[in-house]
């Protein structure tokens, strides 16, 4: 092979996935942050400036954070990706609006520096960095996490997965949901606006569909198979679908390119899998939502999946 080839080739295996060149990484995360807008005014709209505080404490010491780690890992820094911004608002979506500050210090501080620097940093973290944030906190700190203990400004919501669990579907179907009129994370709850951001970010290919899709179906499937064994105590697809954090977690988490298979079978396997364990969380667990959970299951059955390679013509 000629010098000239074997140098491309080398600069081709040493090159960073696409998703990680600078350039790329920070139009894809202001893209991100774009979809995201409709479910922030949503969540201000409906939690007040609590939703605020929580929102710019996230944001800002996600970023600080991951400052900070860099420097003391002797690298440039690389902040205006924009991919600290990101994971610290969607962590601030899990939240409750009225959570105590110091939970949303101590978030996005573990989310960042346990969740993502100590792996290396943008695309070597093998779970998503922001449901590790979440996920610690909540076995931690359980009641300052669970929105139906902190949020004082909810008297008249309801959360629909604790009236499913508890009262049955006939006391949980009437609720309105598109709107973010439940008792949810501060963002998670915002599902109109949250499917309108995330159908954007599908369309124009910044995320994968196959991830996406395969999640919803997952969710959706499982519920339907559940709502025809039992009418009577089972929800309907549909609210499941409408509930805690799937429409966060289908467009939003776990179609994160770092933590995600590389080809369409995979990925949709992957988003099923994802979608499976949160409806087996929902009937046969002790967590309501299930969603930030599923996900991090889905993560480490990741490279698994992505290890199904189609095996060329002609062979057995």
Request: charged share 10%.
């Given at each position: 092979?000629?010098?000239?080839?074997?140098?491309?080739?080398?600069?081709?295996?040493?090159?960073?996935?696409?998703?990680?060149?600078?350039?790329?990484?920070?139009?894809?995360?202001?893209?991100?942050?774009?979809?995201?807008?409709?479910?922030?005014?949503?969540?201000?709209?409906?939690?007040?400036?609590?939703?605020?505080?929580?929102?710019?404490?996230?944001?800002?010491?996600?970023?600080?954070?991951?400052?900070?780690?860099?420097?003391?890992?002797?690298?440039?820094?690389?902040?205006?990706?924009?991919?600290?911004?990101?994971?610290?608002?969607?962590?601030?979506?899990?939240?409750?609006?009225?959570?105590?500050?110091?939970?949303?210090?101590?978030?996005?501080?573990?989310?960042?520096?346990?969740?993502?620097?100590?792996?290396?940093?943008?695309?070597?973290?093998?779970?998503?960095?922001?449901?590790?944030?979440?996920?610690?906190?909540?076995?931690?700190?359980?009641l300052f996490m669970e929105?139906?203990?902190?949020?004082?400004?909810?008297?008249?919501?309801?959360?629909?997965?604790?009236r499913l669990k508890f009262?049955?579907?006939?006391?949980?179907?009437?609720?309105?949901?598109?709107?973010?009129?439940?008792?949810?994370?501060?963002?998670?709850?915002?599902?109109?606006?949250?499917?309108?951001?995330?159908?954007?970010?599908?369309?124009?290919?910044?995320?994968?569909?196959?991830?996406?899709?395969?999640?919803?179906?997952?969710?959706?499937?499982?519920?339907?198979?559940?709502?025809?064994?039992?009418?009577?105590?089972?929800?309907?697809?549909?609210?499941?679908?409408?509930?805690?954090?799937?429409?966060?977690?289908?467009?939003?988490?776990?179609?994160?390119?770092?933590?995600?298979?590389?080809?369409?079978?995979?990925?949709?396997?992957?988003?099923?899998?994802?979608?499976?364990?949160?409806?087996?969380?929902?009937?046969?667990?002790?967590?309501?939502?299930?969603?930030?959970?599923?996900?991090?299951?889905?993560?480490?059955?990741?490279?698994?999946?992505?290890?199904?390679?189609?095996?060329?013509?002609?062979?057995?």
């Amino acid at each position: 092979m000629p010098a000239a080839a074997q140098s491309s080739v080398l600069l081709a295996m040493s090159a960073p996935p696409y998703w990680h060149c600078g350039r790329t990484v920070r139009r894809q995360s202001l893209m991100t942050l774009a979809a995201l807008l409709p479910a922030v005014i949503g969540a201000v709209w409906t939690w007040g400036l609590p939703a605020v505080r929580v929102m710019s404490l996230c944001v800002a010491v996600a970023v600080l954070t991951e400052a900070a780690c860099q420097k003391l890992m002797g690298r440039e820094l690389a902040i205006d990706d924009y991919t600290a911004v990101c994971s610290g608002l969607l962590l601030s979506f899990m939240l409750p609006a009225d959570a105590p500050w110091w939970i949303a210090v101590m978030a996005p501080l573990i989310a960042i520096s346990l969740g993502k620097m100590a792996f290396g940093g943008l695309g070597a973290n093998p779970v998503n960095t922001s449901v590790v944030g979440w996920a610690v906190l909540f076995v931690s700190f359980p009641l300052f996490m669970e929105p139906n203990a902190v949020q004082l400004n909810a008297a008249s919501m309801v959360d629909p997965l604790v009236r499913l669990k508890f009262f049955g579907w006939a006391d949980a179907g009437s609720i309105p949901l598109l709107l973010g009129q439940q008792i949810s994370g501060l963002g998670a709850g915002q599902v109109g606006a949250l499917f309108l951001g995330g159908s954007l970010l599908a369309a124009r290919g910044i995320i994968r569909w196959q991830i996406a899709l395969g999640f919803f179906a997952g969710v959706a499937g499982l519920a339907a198979l559940f709502c025809m064994s039992s009418p009577a105590t089972d929800a309907s697809p549909l609210f499941h679908l409408c509930t805690g954090s799937v429409m966060l977690g289908g467009f939003f988490l776990i179609p994160d390119p770092a933590n995600a298979p590389s080809r369409p079978l995979p990925m949709f396997l992957y988003g099923l899998l994802g979608g499976a364990l949160v409806m087996t969380i929902r009937k046969y667990g002790i967590y309501l939502d299930g969603v930030p959970f599923a996900i991090l299951l889905a993560n480490l059955v990741a490279p698994l999946l992505d290890s199904i390679r189609p095996k060329p013509f002609g062979v057995r």
